[in-house]
């Protein structure tokens, strides 16, 4: 994928509602240029995926195809293509499916590791101070590493350069969340330890902080049904689920601590 491409699948993922921006796009190609795939049909890009490689594990994200071309086994093919090269770099490949896509990932020998709620909350009127957390980075880094048994340091660092955090010293626990388009969007997410405590504290703040960026506008996190407190969090702030994703994985399983993931770092594309 070149950067010429970045405005055709900007508009096909616009079509399918999904949030996505130059930046994103920028940090899948800077983080894995052969892990960004596009497919051509007489000069137009018709198809694409992406994955985010750490350092022993890879995300496959922004498997999409023109309405036109689908039905013919071009995603199949982008995938097959894509998992033949992480096969030979990782031995574990995460992604959240849509559930159109299911069974396709199915058939390249994906299982479900745990459903995933998208989860849309309002923000708040609260007297927040606005706030950056650099301090914390080092603290939230390795939370996430402890909970996914991998060093996903590079695009967290990528992610966390345009996000703001906050951090609730008392339990260790850290929200990011940044604009991305008209909404604000949660994650990283991460608890210290599995309590709604901690979670309804910060996702209270967080709400404070994008009164200030969205206005009225949503806050969406994608949370981990199998995270207890993250859910029970949310639900005491009246969120509402407005669908469902599915996270699978393939290959070498290390055991992921969803207790504490109480949202995944992205809306799906980036694990
Ligand atoms: C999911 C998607 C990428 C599949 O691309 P594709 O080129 O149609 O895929 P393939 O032709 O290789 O078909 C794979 C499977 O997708 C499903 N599928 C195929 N055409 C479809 C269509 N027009 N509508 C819905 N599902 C379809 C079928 O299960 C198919 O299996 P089959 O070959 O046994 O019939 C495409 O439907 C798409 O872009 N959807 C919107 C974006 C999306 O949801 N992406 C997945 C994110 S996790």
């Given at each position: 994928m070149r950067e010429a491409d970045f405005p055709s699948f900007l508009e096909f993922a616009r079509r399918e509602g999904w949030s996505c921006d130059t930046a994103e796009l920028r940090a899948f190609a800077g983080a894995n240029p052969d892990g960004c795939l596009v497919a051509d049909e007489d000069g137009e890009p018709v198809g694409f995926v992406m994955a985010y490689r750490h350092v022993r594990s890879a995300w496959i994200g922004n498997l999409l195809v023109a309405p036109r071309a689908r039905g013919h086994g071009l995603g199949g093919h982008l995938l097959g293509v894509l998992i033949e090269r992480l096969d030979a770099v990782v031995p574990t490949v995460y992604l959240n499916a849509a559930p159109v896509a299911r069974e396709l990932y199915g058939r390249f020998g994906f299982q479900e590791l745990c459903p995933v709620a998208r989860m849309r909350l309002a923000t708040s009127i609260g007297d927040v101070v606005f706030e950056r957390g650099g301090a914390s980075f080092p603290g939230l880094m390795s939370l996430d590493a402890e909970c996914w048994g991998d060093c996903r340091r590079e695009m967290l660092t990528t992610m966390l350069s345009a996000r703001w955090v906050v951090?609730?010293?008392?339990?260790?626990?850290?929200?990011?969340?940044g604009v991305v388009e008209d909404r604000v969007a949660i994650g990283p997410f991460l608890l210290g330890h599995s309590a709604p405590e901690p979670a309804v504290r910060l996702l209270r703040r967080a709400l404070g902080i994008s009164r200030g960026l969205v206005g009225e506008g949503a806050v969406v996190a994608d949370v981990?049904?199998?995270?207890?407190?993250s859910m029970a969090a949310v639900q005491e702030l009246s969120g509402e689920q407005i669908s469902e994703t599915l996270c699978m994985v393939r290959g070498e399983q290390v055991g992921v601590d969803f207790s504490r993931i109480a949202s995944f770092a992205s809306l799906g594309s980036k694990g």
């Open positions: 951090h609730d010293v008392q339990s260790g626990s850290y929200l990011a969340l981990p049904v199998a995270c207890a407190a």
